[in-house]
């Protein structure tokens, strides 16, 4: 083998030898951060903002994070309240970011964690003065909502919904996750496209409306008669309340493959 041939060999190994030398570390790295997971519940020192209110609505715009809002009375009227916590690793990219803003009543949450290697975790807390109605627009991230006596409405691509304590009108839609809600309210529509739903209400509704496309439906009533229409396309039903088909307080519930029960509350 001549000298030149023996160069342009050792020069082509080179060539291949750093890209497997590159994936071979990204790789590495990708499995460091799969075995330790960041976690918003890891940052010790949140950030917090307060946020004033134009009016007596507010939405919530998150792409990436999950949410607990709590409505409360002595929180002052015209602000809101945000606590943050992100932890964020990028080895390969632009650095990891979470911001928040707020357009007229429009909270705005967005995390910036792009890059070859990335591990990024957001949590928000929102306290909202009573008097408010809440739309949520989350489009990857649980939700939690407690204390609300007005309307409430929350909508999420991928995520569980969770509401306690609330008495307004709800609204709660997730595409994939369960949906749990313990309250009063006395109308309630519920929609979830992969996920179970469980819904327990502490005074006699005027109407429920609840439609699952994959997983088990549960709603436990007060004692009353109820116009109850419920529809299974693969599982049980089981309805064990008073019906009556004149009574003014209705309960329709769909699932597309899953138990449907609709069942007094103890």
Avoid at 81 to 104: K, N, P, Y
Avoid at 148 to 168: E, K, P
Avoid at 199 to 209: C, I
Avoid at 248 to 263: E, I, M, S, W
């Amino acid at each position: 083998m001549t000298r030149t041939s023996r160069t342009a060999t050792r020069t082509t190994r080179t060539a291949w030898t750093r890209p497997l030398a590159l994936t071979g570390a990204v790789a590495v790295l990708v499995a460091g951060l799969g075995a330790c997971g960041t976690s918003a519940a890891g940052d010790d020192d949140p950030d917090r903002r307060s946020f004033g209110l134009p009016g007596r609505t507010l939405t919530i715009d998150s792409d990436d994070s999950a949410l607990e809002i709590v409505a409360a009375d002595d929180h002052p009227a015209g602000r809101i309240e945000v606590t943050r916590w992100f932890r964020g690793r990028v080895v390969v990219g632009s650095d990891a970011e979470s911001t928040w803003s707020m357009d007229g009543d429009r909270l705005v949450l967005r995390q910036k964690c792009s890059g070859l290697v990335v591990d990024c975790d957001a949590r928000h807390r929102i306290e909202v003065p009573r008097g408010v109605t809440v739309e949520v627009e989350d489009k990857d991230g649980s939700v939690r909502a407690e204390g609300f006596r007005d309307a409430l409405s929350i909508r999420t691509t991928d995520g569980s919904v969770h509401v306690t304590d609330t008495t307004g009108p709800l609204e709660l839609r997730t595409g994939d996750g369960s949906v749990r809600a313990r309250v009063s309210s006395r109308t309630v529509r519920v929609h979830s496209g992969d996920g179970s739903v469980h819904l327990e209400l502490g005074a006699v509704p005027d109407l429920v409306e609840s439609r699952s496309g994959d997983g088990s439906t549960t709603i436990e009533l007060p004692p009353a008669g109820y116009r109850v229409d419920t529809r299974t396309g693969d599982g049980g039903e089981d309805v064990s309340v008073t019906r009556d088909s004149s009574s003014p307080h209705r309960v329709t519930a769909r699932t597309g493959d899953g138990n449907l029960t609709v069942r007094t509350a103890n």
